[in-house]
Structure formats: C-alpha cells, structure tokens
C-alpha cells in the first residue's frame, strides 16, 4: 500500500487563483482529516470526512475555503480565491476507525505569490 | 474545547545526553494522548500513544492526569532523534486530534 496520497506536492500559484488539492485515502479507511501546517500556527485541522460525509468544517478559515469528499477513495480541499497567507503545507490524513492511528500523506507545499 | 501546549519551539540536546519534550494540556474529560513525529522530508507519523504504554525507539511517555502532562522522554538522545514533535490530544467521543504547536529537536553530535 502506498499510503495516503496526495497531489501536487508542491504548488506555486497567484493571488486570486484558484486552487485544488487532492488526497486519495487508505483503502478501507472510513475518516478522512485535511490539516493545515505554518510555522505560527503548527498544524491544524481544517475538516474531516467519516464515510464520505462531512463531519467537522469548524476548523475551515473561511468561505473561500471549501472541501468535498466524493467517494471514498477521493478527496479535494480547494481555495477560490487564493490569497498569500493561503501559503502553507497541507496535509492529508486517514483513519481506519475512530480514535486509531492517523496516517498523513506528504502534503502539498502551496505557495501563494 | 480542548488545548495542547508545547511550551518549546526549539529544543538543542547533545547527543547521549536526556531528552524531554513537554506538553500540557487542558480538557475536562478523559483524553487520550500521542506523540506524532515528523522527519526531515518524511511524513507525519504515529511515535507513541498513552494508552499502549509502550517504548519507541527509546522514547516513553506517561500521562499525568494531576499536572495534565504528557511529556515525551528518552534517556540518552541520538542523532536520529532529530526531527519535528507534535503532542496532540483526542477527546473521548470525537475522533479528530487537536495538536500542539510541535517541537523542534535538534540533536548536536
């Protein structure tokens, strides 16, 4: 098993710009989680997923930020628009049942100009 | 709602020399308490979690409902213990992990 993947793992992009992140999950894996990782702020949770379904979004900066979790095996967090404190790493985690182990993927190192 | 505090950003140790990591937090319930450790260009992974009791790679943890503490301990650091730690903390019921700020520790060889 590869393990949590996501893509791109790196993006450069302009202010104003949209953008798409993208994590396939664990196979089997029913909790889907979308950090967000910068040096003030260390890692934080942004939303998670249990079977596909949105749960907890209150971590969600704001209404330019939007996730969806279409199957089980796809999930994208965009940002429209982008904006320069966007920059950051975004990481993508899975569980297999509540309260067990985390697994991140590499994350996506956005960088917003 | 719940709350992890990583009181150091950065953390230098000497190589053979002990090593703790702090980390406090602040919940009303039964919390259950990891260390996560990230490092250099790998990703974010599982080190311990309170309720397994057990030693990783030399490090050990134990909770302390009295101070709310979870520090993360090891008796003589390695250079390979350089990395990223991040103490986070779930609350009973929910499944989603609230983390601290992480601590950098470097290990001077």
């Known amino acids: 098993d590869a393990g949590v993947i996501q893509s791109p793992r790196h993006e450069v992009t302009e202010m104003g710009q949209e953008v798409t992140l993208r994590c396939k999950p664990i196979s089997g894996h029913d909790y889907l989680f979308w950090y967000r990782q910068t040096m003030m702020r260390g890692l934080e949770l942004l939303i998670y997923f249990n079977n596909n379904v949105p749960i907890d979004d209150s971590g969600m900066p704001e209404d330019r930020f939007s996730a969806k979790m279409p199957n089980a095996s796809f999930s994208t967090l965009k940002i429209q628009p982008s904006e320069p404190r966007d920059s950051a790493v975004y990481f993508c985690a899975s569980s297999l049942v509540r309260g067990r182990e985390q697994f991140f993927g590499p994350g996506t190192r956005l960088t917003v100009l | ?109």
């Not at chain 2, 709602?1 to 703790?20: D, Y």
């Not at chain 2, 790998?42 to 302390?64: P, Y």
């Not at chain 2, 213990?81 to 470097?106: E, H, I, N, V």
């Open chain 2, 1 to 109: 709602a719940q709350r992890v505090t990583q009181p150091e950003k950065l953390l230098s140790v000497f190589k053979g020399a002990p090593v703790e990591l702090k980390c406090n937090y602040s919940y009303s319930g039964s919390p259950e308490l990891f260390w996560y450790v990230q490092y250099s260009r790998q990703r974010l992974q599982l080190l311990l979690r309170h309720i397994s009791r057990e030693s990783i790679k030399g490090f050990t943890a134990d909770l302390n409902k009295g101070e709310t503490s979870f520090h993360l301990k090891k008796p003589f650091a390695q250079e390979e213990d350089s990395a990223m730690y991040y103490c986070a903390l779930r609350p009973s019921g929910p499944s989603q992990l609230t983390f601290g700020k992480g601590t950098k520790l470097s290990v001077i060889p």
